[in-house]
């Protein structure tokens, strides 16, 4: 178990919908990182935020949108679903920024399927 | 694009046979990580390695880092059924990104 929690661990949609995809860091991290995996691929950076601010950008469509709130969770918005969106969602978190990032805890994931 | 590329894109071996995979980056980097996904789950950490250094020992894993080449290689030694996974290399490209390559699927037959 990583700490990271991710909710809800699956999603089924129609093209057009919106979806919240929730993310809890581990205890004590201040950096959340939210990545793209479709099917037998790479992990897709989207985005990246340290301590309530965001610290980098990644390919995110202007279709999705993130934060993260003062309790540090993180949620990342989807909008105007489209098939190509199908994916699993990956947030990680680690406790430093920039040089001192270290190690990346990973969450189970989010799949989503748009139908 | 993909900050790190991981050669072969698969690998099929018997257990307890080795095995090598690589990962090539394009920007100077602070540190190199490699991760284990199994099928469908969450990423896990191996090892980071910082730029300053060449090599890094984690149990049965050897990790090498050429700044020069900008490349990075994972070595699993006698390995076994269980270490079939994705392998996925990460690089920081000296910002607050962590990009990951596209990954080795690496298969151990028993």
């Known amino acids: 178990d990583s700490g990271v929690t991710q909710t809800p661990k699956h999603l089924i949609t129609a093209t057009g919908q919106r979806v919240t995809l929730r993310c809890s860091p581990r205890?004590?991290?201040?950096?959340v990182y939210w990545y793209q995996q479709s099917l037998d691929q790479g992990l897709q950076f989207l985005i990246q935020?340290?301590?309530?601010?965001?610290?980098a950008k990644g390919n995110i469509l202007e279709r999705f949108s993130a934060q993260q709130f003062p309790d540090l969770h993180s949620e990342l918005n989807l909008s105007s679903l489209e098939l190509g969106d199908s994916a699993l969602y990956f947030c990680?978190?680690?406790?430093?920024?920039?040089?001192?990032?270290?190690?990346?805890?990973f969450g189970e994931g989010s799949r989503l399927t748009v139908l | 694009s993909q900050q790190g590329e991981e050669d072969p894109q698969a690998l099929s071996i018997q257990e307890g046979e080795n095995a090598t995979m690589n990962c090539s980056y394009k920007?100077?980097?602070?540190?190199l990580q490699w991760y284990r996904q199994n099928s469908g789950r969450g990423l896990v950490h191996l090892i980071l390695?910082?730029?300053?250094?060449r090599e890094k020992h984690s149990g049965r894993l050897r990790v090498t880092l050429d700044t020069s080449k900008k490349s990075s290689s994972l070595l699993i030694t006698a390995s076994r059924a269980a270490d079939t996974a994705s392998y996925f290399c990460?690089?920081?490209?000296?910002?607050?990104?962590?990009?990951f390559g596209t990954g080795t699927r690496l298969k151990v037959l028993a």
């Open positions: 990680a978190s680690s406790v430093g920024v920039g040089t001192n990032t270290g190690e990346l805890f």
């Open positions: 205890s004590g991290d201040l950096s």
């Open positions: 935020y340290y301590n309530g601010e965001e610290r």
């Open positions: 920007t100077s980097i602070n540190n």
């Open positions: 390695i910082r730029s300053n250094e």
């Open positions: 990460a690089t920081d490209g000296g910002t607050y990104k962590y990009i």
